[in-house]
Nanobody, 117 residues
Framework: VQLQASGGGLVQPGGSLRLSCAAS????????MGWYRQAPGKQREFVAS???????NYADSVKGRFTISRDNAKNTVSLQMNSLKPEDTAVYYC????????????WGQGTKVTVSS
């Protein structure tokens, strides 16, 4: 299984970006897809997640600004990021929990988001 993230780049404060991540390979079921980020000199932190069943979850720092969505037919997850702030600058990683009944976590390679004027 591979996860391929895309959509990062440079954006001004207050701007928007949309990240996408596609899962490929031997996939029977994707239970959860989500996003984490790691800013320079900091630990990786949770951003958002979306299970196949149930409600989405967001970090407090992005609530109301970021929206996660999934296309289950295409095995993709997206992160719409609005009202971006300089503190959102980080490498963003998608992840997915795949399989049943035994599951495994997979990570994408990361896509860099820089918010700066």
């Amino acid at each position: 299984v591979q996860l391929q993230a895309s959509g990062g780049g440079l954006v001004q404060p207050g701007g928007s970006l949309r990240l996408s991540c596609a899962a490929s390979g031997s996939i029977d079921s994707i239970n959860v897809m989500g996003w984490y980020r790691q800013a320079p000199g900091k630990q990786r932190e949770f951003v958002a997640s979306m299970p196949s069943v149930g409600s989405t979850n967001y970090a407090d720092s992005v609530k109301g600004r970021f929206t996660i969505s999934r296309d289950n037919a295409k095995n993709t997850v997206s992160l719409q990021m609005n009202s971006l702030k300089p503190e959102d600058t980080a490498v963003y990683y998608c992840n997915a929990n795949i399989g049943a009944p035994f599951t495994s976590w997979y990570w994408g390679q990361g896509t860099k988001v820089t918010v700066s004027s």
